[in-house]
């Protein structure tokens, strides 16, 4: 990839629309898009201006008007990608955005590669690598609390928090290396207290940072949801409900989700994945077992469980599931086990009453207070959303949180809390300072990669790799 030509994109959205936007950057944009624009020369005009004219079709022997357009001005480094940048705004018709391409690669002008508009901007120090990453995820943000988290990486909030961690190691690993070079003279100017301190503080911060990735990534991707209950219970009716489309097949038939079915539901701006199950049940069927052996995995992944427990069952608590609820509960990831009362509305208020005492007995304190609805009817189904939401406690992102949802990101800072951890034993052991700094050097590397301070190129081959063209 050269980072010195021109480049061009349309980056508005594929197909026909109101305008579409075809962006050019480069520092031969402004004289590119004057050998086809029709209006003041956009060579000479002031940054940040927008200008009505018509861009030209001047190949193939012709010198026609293609469409009107605005043309808008950004001067190098004040744009997006740090260089001179036109955006050229026409008609959204397909071929008009089509044609325009193919006559500005023809005045000069290349293609652009996916994300290489962002990856400039990387380059060009405009912005850091999780800031532009931040730009991949506002774009594909779809609720409220995803896109908080967005706004909040890409405007620099967690960048910054990244590098004042980094600040403070590099300032540790300083003091130690500067002792290494007087080694002969048997000087601390590091006191090992103070070290051990900053680096138990250093430590648990980054272990913080670290787990809010299953927070974070629960707001980006969908809060993992599992519904799990006996066959027939009523789980694909409800997953129907909560969706409210007919997503999950609903029989009378024993059986009839042989595998999980995975839907997504937005509540009040927080995106659920909901996982509809195979029901539980001793079968001899092997297909079926199957799919209640990768139900039971799969509920080990999930936040919040949903247990249905069908009001109409002969024995809703059975061995089986008992079982079943209780491994899922041994587990040590955090997890919260809601239980479902279902089919109220053909139950009766004793038999509801039976079954909460029997899962009293059953939860001894370990289970969350049950919910009682009819997946059927919808009655309950509302109390039940207010449950998940609170649950999830993702409703409450506060703008200022910084929560790591960014897979590289979280193995970074994994392998960052690993080796300040090691300098914590280190120097609880009393290790010599050599030792001491070759894991500061670590720990500050693992935390450089985050922000793109230290990068390869493979890595950001594959991050922008990831971007769609335009972008
Ligand atoms: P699953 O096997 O747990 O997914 O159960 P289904 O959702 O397929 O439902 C099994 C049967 O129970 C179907 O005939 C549903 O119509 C019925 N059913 C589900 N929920 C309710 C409910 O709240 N009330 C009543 N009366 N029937 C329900």
């Given at each position: 990839m050269?980072n010195?030509?021109t480049?061009?994109?349309?980056?508005?959205?594929?197909?026909?629309?109101?305008?579409?936007?075809?962006?050019?950057?480069?520092?031969d944009?402004f004289?590119?898009?004057?050998?086809?624009w029709?209006?003041?020369?956009?060579?000479?005009v002031q940054?940040?201006t927008?200008?009505?004219?018509?861009v030209?079709?001047?190949?193939d022997?012709?010198d026609?008007?293609?469409?009107?357009?605005?043309?808008?001005v950004?001067r190098?480094?004040?744009?997006?990608t740090?260089?001179?940048?036109?955006?050229?705004?026409?008609?959204?018709?397909?071929y008009?955005q089509q044609?325009?391409?193919?006559v500005?690669?023809n005045?000069?002008?290349?293609?652009a590669?996916?994300?290489?508009f962002t990856?400039?901007?990387?380059?060009?120090?405009?912005?850091d690598l999780?800031q532009?990453?931040?730009?991949?995820d506002?774009?594909?943000?779809t609720?409220?609390?995803s896109h908080?988290?967005?706004?909040s990486?890409?405007?620099?909030a967690?960048s910054h928090?990244?590098d004042e961690?980094?600040?403070s190691l590099?300032?540790?690993?300083t003091?130690?290396e500067?002792?290494?070079?007087f080694?002969?003279?048997?000087?601390?100017f590091a006191?090992?207290?103070?070290?051990?301190e900053?680096?138990?503080n250093?430590?648990?911060e980054?272990s913080?940072?670290?787990?809010?990735f299953?927070?974070g990534?629960a707001?980006?991707?969908?809060v993992p949801?599992s519904?799990?209950?006996?066959?027939?219970a009523?789980?694909?009716?409800?997953l129907n409900?909560?969706?409210?489309d007919?997503?999950?097949i609903v029989?009378?038939?024993?059986?009839?989700?042989r595998?999980?079915i995975e839907?997504?539901v937005n509540?009040d701006?927080?995106?659920?994945?909901?996982i509809d199950?195979a029901?539980l049940?001793?079968?001899?069927d092997?297909?079926e077992?199957i799919?209640?052996?990768?139900?039971?995995?799969?509920?080990?992944?999930?936040m919040?469980i949903?247990w249905i427990?069908?009001?109409e069952?002969?024995?809703?608590?059975?061995?089986?599931?008992c079982r079943a609820?209780s491994?899922?509960m041994k587990?040590?990831?955090?997890?919260c086990?809601l239980?479902?009362?279902?089919k109220?509305?053909?139950a009766?208020?004793?038999?509801?009453q039976?079954?909460?005492?029997?899962?009293?007995?059953?939860?001894n304190?370990?289970?969350?207070a049950?919910?009682?609805i009819?997946?059927?009817t919808g009655?309950?189904?509302?109390r039940?959303t207010?449950?998940?939401?609170?649950?999830?406690?993702i409703?409450?992102v506060?703008?200022?949180?910084i929560?790591?949802s960014?897979v590289r990101?979280y193995?970074?800072?994994?392998?960052?809390?690993?080796?300040?951890?090691r300098?914590v034993?280190a120097l609880?052991?009393?290790?010599p300072?050599?030792?001491?700094?070759?894991d500061l050097?670590?720990t500050?590397?693992h935390?450089s990669?985050i922000t793109?301070?230290?990068?390869?190129?493979?890595i950001?081959?594959n991050?922008?790799?990831r971007?769609?063209?335009?972008?």
């Amino acid at each position: 990839m050269n980072n010195t030509d021109t480049i061009c994109a349309v980056s508005t959205p594929a197909g026909v629309g109101g305008v579409a936007m075809i962006r050019v950057s480069g520092s031969d944009a402004f004289e590119l898009v004057d050998k086809i624009w029709q209006g003041k020369r956009l060579t000479s005009v002031q940054s940040h201006t927008a200008h009505l004219g018509y861009v030209m079709d001047n190949t193939d022997d012709c010198d026609e008007r293609l469409d009107q357009a605005v043309c808008t001005v950004f001067r190098t480094p004040n744009s997006f990608t740090g260089e001179n940048v036109v955006e050229i705004s026409v008609h959204g018709s397909r071929y008009v955005q089509q044609r325009l391409l193919e006559v500005l690669v023809n005045n000069g002008c290349r293609m652009a590669e996916p994300g290489e508009f962002t990856r400039r901007a990387f380059v060009n120090g405009r912005l850091d690598l999780a800031q532009a990453e931040a730009v991949a995820d506002v774009i594909s943000s779809t609720t409220r609390a995803s896109h908080r988290i967005a706004m909040s990486q890409m405007r620099g909030a967690y960048s910054h928090r990244i590098d004042e961690l980094r600040d403070s190691l590099l300032e540790l690993c300083t003091l130690l290396e500067l002792e290494l070079d007087f080694s002969e003279e048997d000087v601390e100017f590091a006191s090992r207290g103070r070290l051990l301190e900053l680096a138990n503080n250093l430590s648990a911060e980054l272990s913080k940072l670290t787990a809010s990735f299953s927070k974070g990534n629960a707001v980006k991707n969908g809060v993992p949801v599992s519904i799990i209950g006996q066959t027939n219970a009523g789980k694909s009716t409800l997953l129907n409900a909560l969706v409210g489309d007919e997503r999950a097949i609903v029989s009378d038939i024993h059986g009839t989700t042989r595998d999980f079915i995975e839907d997504t539901v937005n509540i009040d701006g927080v995106l659920f994945r909901l996982i509809d199950t195979a029901g539980l049940r001793d079968t001899d069927d092997r297909i079926e077992a199957i799919g209640i052996e990768r139900s039971l995995r799969c509920a080990e992944k999930a936040m919040i469980i949903l247990w249905i427990l069908d009001c109409e069952s002969q024995n809703p608590l059975d061995d089986y599931s008992c079982r079943a609820v209780s491994e899922i509960m041994k587990r040590e990831s955090e997890c919260c086990v809601l239980p479902v009362l279902n089919k109220t509305d053909v139950a009766s208020s004793e038999r509801i009453q039976d079954i909460r005492t029997q899962l009293e007995e059953f939860g001894n304190g370990r289970l969350h207070a049950s919910v009682e609805i009819s997946a059927k009817t919808g009655k309950g189904v509302d109390r039940l959303t207010e449950q998940l939401k609170s649950l999830s406690g993702i409703a409450l992102v506060d703008a200022e949180d910084i929560l790591v949802s960014n897979v590289r990101h979280y193995e970074s800072l994994k392998q960052a809390t690993a080796s300040i951890n090691r300098t914590v034993e280190a120097l609880n052991s009393g290790l010599p300072g050599d030792l001491i700094a070759q894991d500061l050097r670590e720990t500050i590397n693992h935390l450089s990669s985050i922000t793109g301070k230290i990068t390869t190129a493979d890595i950001l081959q594959n991050i922008f790799t990831r971007f769609c063209i335009g972008k």
